[in-house]
């Protein structure tokens, strides 16, 4: 990396919360699984619809709408949606359906452990600069 400037003193730290101040692995394992519970127990005619059969929602929609890989959540909700409209739920309770599955995944989405050394990290950090952690929006630590 080249600088062409010099640079000034640093005013503030930003963090991405994934994978940077905790593991997120294990949350989005977590989170898939508990999500696709909910989405199983929606409807009877969810009850057997596989994680693969799932992830074959979700390819169709992003080639069809490849712009929607910029929105995780809306994408998530989109095909879940898709889904409850294939098992031949109605429109209604489909829209319905993906915001109760999505309130899951937030709700598991948010769920994290930070590390003790991370707490200690960012208490010697935030002694010196003011810190800020960003996320994509669909985690609510």
Do not use: C
């Amino acid at each position: 990396m080249h600088f062409y400037r010099p640079l000034r003193p640093v005013a503030a730290m930003t963090f991405d919360l994934d994978d940077t101040l905790y593991d997120n692995h294990p949350v989005i394992l977590r989170t898939t699984r508990e999500s696709h519970s909910a989405l199983q127990a929606y409807h009877p005619a969810l009850k057997d619809y596989s994680v693969a059969q799932y992830q074959q929602v979700r390819d169709r929609l992003l080639a069809a709408e490849p712009e929607i890989y910029h929105d995780v959540s809306e994408w998530r909700r989109r095909a879940v949606e898709q889904v409850m409209l294939e098992v031949g739920l109605p429109s209604t309770q489909a829209l319905r359906g993906s915001h109760d599955v999505m309130a899951v995944f937030a709700r598991w989405r948010s769920e994290i452990e930070m590390p003790e050394e991370t707490h200690a990290t960012l208490a010697a950090l935030a002694q010196r600069i003011p810190l800020v952690a960003i996320t994509n929006g669909n985690a609510e630590p």
